[in-house]
């Protein structure tokens, strides 16, 4: 089945406590991005990678990195976090840049606290 | 921090009524724009395309409505069942570039 899987679903942490957050994707895509989704603000992208090797800002980068040694993964860390990135978070992925079907992950509920 | 409640609009509908569900878009540039729907809990899913260069498009139960004039799209959903309760958002894609999406509509279908 072709799908983009996230992990974990659901994280508590406490501030400045490192954590990663994974992305795979079995569809051989060249394009993942990594957004967020908080109240009233839709999503907005934080990184996006290409093709493996290549990634690049979005919208709202600070306080994150993300890196694409293989084409399937898309790993999503956060050295230091904070509270004001408790949120939703959705990695996807597409055929290339500006496919128009993209395919989300089921999503990750980060809580900082 | 504290949470702050959805401040989405929100459309209520009669099920097997038809649902219209509106979007402004900003860039006229824009080449493409997409629906998604993300039901509670889960990714959102794409819905349906229309390219700038195109008025209406229909898929299954779905018609997408594109202004170019007043830069406004809609999403027609005929006959809304209970599946369709979702936030459902626009996007605009600038010629391969990446998406920008819409703060979202819900849609709650009543019985």
């Known amino acids: 089945e072709a799908q983009v899987t996230q992990n974990p679903r659901y994280l508590i942490t406490v501030t400045g406590k490192k954590l990663t957050v994974t992305c795979s994707q079995n569809?051989?895509?060249?394009?993942m991005s990594w957004y967020r989704q908080d109240p009233g603000l839709g999503l907005r992208q934080i990184y996006y990678?290409?093709?493996?090797?290549?990634?690049d800002k979005g919208d709202v980068p600070e306080g994150y990195k993300v890196s694409r040694k293989e084409k399937r993964n898309f790993p999503l860390i956060l050295e230091s976090p904070s509270p004001n990135q408790t949120s939703l978070y959705f990695c996807?992925?597409?055929?290339?840049?500006?496919?128009?079907?993209?395919?989300f992950g089921q999503g990750t509920r980060l809580t900082v606290v | 921090g504290e949470s702050v409640g959805l401040h989405l609009p929100t459309l209520s509908v009669q099920e097997g009524d038809n649902s219209i569900i509106n979007c402004a878009y900003s860039?006229?540039?824009?080449?493409?724009f997409i629906w998604y729907k993300q039901e509670s809990g889960k990714g959102p899913q794409f819905i349906i395309d229309?390219?700038?260069?195109?008025d209406k498009r229909q898929g299954q139960r779905v018609t997408v409505l594109l202004n170019k004039t007043v830069k406004h799209l809609s999403l027609q959903i005929a006959a809304t069942q209970p599946g369709d309760s979702a936030v459902y958002f626009c996007?605009?894609?600038?010629?391969?570039?990446?998406?920008?999406f819409g703060p979202g509509t819900r849609l709650s279908v009543l019985p």
């Open positions: 996807a992925s597409s055929l290339r840049q500006g496919s128009h079907e993209a395919f």
């Open positions: 569809m051989n895509h060249e394009y």
């Open positions: 990678s290409m093709n493996v090797e290549v990634t």
């Open positions: 860039n006229s540039a824009s080449d493409y």
């Open positions: 229309i390219r700038s260069n195109m």
């Open positions: 996007a605009e894609n600038n010629y391969g570039q990446n998406f920008v």
